[in-house]
């Protein structure tokens, strides 16, 4: 089956510099890449999402990138705030289409 | 329009109680799929349901763990015979049908806490 790899498990930065969260997957049918932000005692939301027939995709302070080829994607966020400190979870989506494998998340602590 | 709703939110038993956990998906969404999550750690697929169907359990615990999707309700995931080792936060998430690589929507999870 799948297997996501995530690092690194915690990044502290500080407000106004960039976070780079890197993730490795293992089925190179996948072609739906996933990223989640989980608050503090919250479920995982949505922030961005890639498939494979792109390389980037941007949303205001947040770009992923994928290499296909290298079987690896990054979540890129500039210009931090505070309130970007959260948990962020790549995911991959199996060949089937019907599950996602997520990584083991990374704890993002950006200081004021 | 409602997102994931999951209850309880807050769950506390003793060992070798049951536990039962709720979670109605988004209005039209007919794919429900449970998550684990241990403290400190990343999210665990356990089972993928749709409508009175099991698609994929193979992330169950073959004892004491089993799930249901009715025709009518809620998806139920239950818990017989607790263990400390049981004690996670167990998210739902959902997604509508004909859902090929597209994105899960998350309830805010049931936090499970064994005594």
């Known amino acids: 089956g799948e297997n996501v790899e995530q690092h690194p498990s915690t990044l502290s930065v500080q407000e106004g510099d960039s976070a780079v969260i890197k993730c490795t997957y293992s089925d190179s049918a996948s072609n739906y890449f996933p990223w989640y932000k989980q608050e503090l005692g919250k479920g995982p939301q949505l922030i961005i999402d890639i498939r494979s027939n792109v390389g980037e995709k941007k949303d205001q302070r947040i770009a992923v990138t994928l290499n296909k080829t290298a079987k690896h994607f990054s979540l890129h966020i500039t210009e931090t705030q505070p309130e970007d400190s959260a948990v962020y979870f790549c995911?991959?989506?199996?060949?089937?289409?019907?599950?996602?494998?997520f990584g083991g998340g990374t704890r993002l602590m950006v200081k004021p | 329009n409602a997102g994931v709703m999951q209850n309880p939110r807050h769950l506390v038993r003793r060992r070798g109680q049951e536990a039962r956990l709720r979670c109605s998906p988004m209005?039209?969404?007919?794919?429900v799929y449970w998550y684990r999550q241990l403290p400190e750690e990343g999210l665990k697929f356990m089972v993928y349901?749709?409508?009175?169907?099991?698609?994929?359990e193979s992330g169950m615990p073959k004892e004491r763990f089993s799930a249901e999707f009715p025709k009518e309700g809620p998806s139920i995931l239950r818990i017989q015979q607790v263990v400390r080792g049981d004690s996670a936060a167990y998210f739902c998430a959902s997604s509508p049908p004909a859902n090929r690589g597209g994105e899960l929507f998350f309830g805010e999870g049931s936090r499970l806490t064994v005594l």
């Open positions: 209005k039209g969404h007919s794919h």
């Open positions: 349901l749709q409508k009175e169907n099991i698609i994929d």
């Open positions: 995911a991959a989506l199996n060949n089937a289409g019907n599950m996602l494998t």
